[in-house]
């Protein structure tokens, strides 16, 4: 499969939980028939899908989705509005981090060439996306992953995921600058790449343990007619012998007809062992922490002019952030 499964599922899957019609039908393509709320919001009643650019350019009216599609934003904008229970602050002491030594031993470079311009207190907004992800095959698998998504820079916060808990309140703080956030459909793709990155390694592992059961299943598929068509060809061989061309052409097609049985019992047994995914976005969180601006000169002795360098610490994962 050479197209991103994870839009597929997400984009088809979220239109029929908002009330769509939605049938596969072609390699990567999926038809929808809105109802009435939902063609307002996205602007039209009836939509052609197409997740394979090959598709879509063989597709009659295919609009192919990938990241940056307007259907993709609009329905990643609705995924995270509906589902955005909450906005928590956590709160800052105020007091200017006494970091310099952290800093210096994060840049490996001697103290003496370090020199501290100046500190300031910004507000970023992070956002913890809470996904289930569930494995369907032979038994059905559910797990909950949740992934930290930095909304000024648009990188994972793996350092947040660590944490045990993280104290907030509902009260937003005083007036301080904020740092801008990159749009929310870049985000959720970080959050959904993320997941599909992780989903995938867990869908081989469960293939690798169904291996031996499947080999066992085609093996015994295999044999029972292979029997059959043994038996076939062998009464087949008498016929021809004995010149009975009714006989002959009965176990021709008789034959034929074991080999489609075979063919169908073998799709079903790959497809019984096969592990299929399900993500759906339970909920999303945005929490606005404080980090420190730490703007400083690292001196190289050279009679030139000194380059500003910044670097930032946050006060939530006791860490120092290169954005």
């Known amino acids: 499969m ?7 599922k997400f984009v088809a899957g979220y239109l029929a939980s908002q009330g769509a019609l939605v049938e596969r039908v072609g ?38 989705i990938s990241y940056g599609n307007a259907v993709f934003e609009r329905l990643t904008q609705m995924a995270v509005h509906d589902h955005c229970g909450a906005i928590r602050y956590v709160e800052s002491n105020g007091r200017v981090p006494a970091v310099q030594s952290k800093v210096i031993e994060h840049l490996k470079a001697p103290a003496s060439k370090f020199e501290l311009i100046d500190t300031r207190m910004y507000f970023a907004r992070c956002f913890r996306f809470n996904f289930k992800v569930a494995f369907l095959s032979e038994e059905r698998e559910e797990v909950l992953q949740y992934h930290w998504v930095d909304g000024p820079s648009g990188r994972l916060l793996q350092d947040y995921s660590s944490l045990p808990h993280i104290f907030f309140s509902d009260t937003p703080p005083g007036l301080q600058p904020q740092l801008s956030t990159k749009p929310m459909n870049e985000l959720f793709a970080v959050a959904v790449s993320a997941t599909a990155s992780s989903t995938h390694m867990r869908r081989l592992e469960l293939d690798r343990q169904h291996k031996a059961e499947r080999a066992e299943d085609l093996a015994r598929t295999q044999a029972y007619f292979g029997a059959l068509i043994e038996e076939s060809k062998v009464k087949l061989s008498r016929a021809i012998f004995n010149r009975d061309e009714k006989l002959r052409l009965e176990l021709q097609n008789k034959e034929l007809a074991i080999e489609g049985q075979k063919r169908h019992h073998i799709q079903d047994v790959l497809a019984r062992y096969e592990t299929k995914c399900e993500i759906e976005l339970l909920d999303l969180v945005c929490y606005v922490v404080p980090r420190w601006r730490i703007r400083y000169f690292l001196h190289s002795g050279a ?19 290169s954005l």
Do not use: M, Q
């Open 303 to 321: 009679k030139t002019a000194e380059t500003v360098n910044v670097i930032w610490w946050d006060e939530v994962s006791k860490s120092l952030l």
């Open 2 to 8: 050479n197209y991103p499964y994870h839009l597929e």
């Open 27 to 64: 390699y990567g393509v999926h038809e929808a028939i809105l109802d009435e709320a939902l063609s307002e919001r996205l602007g039209k009643p009836y939509l052609v899908l197409a997740f394979d650019y090959d598709a879509a350019v063989e597709t009659k009216d295919a609009e192919f």
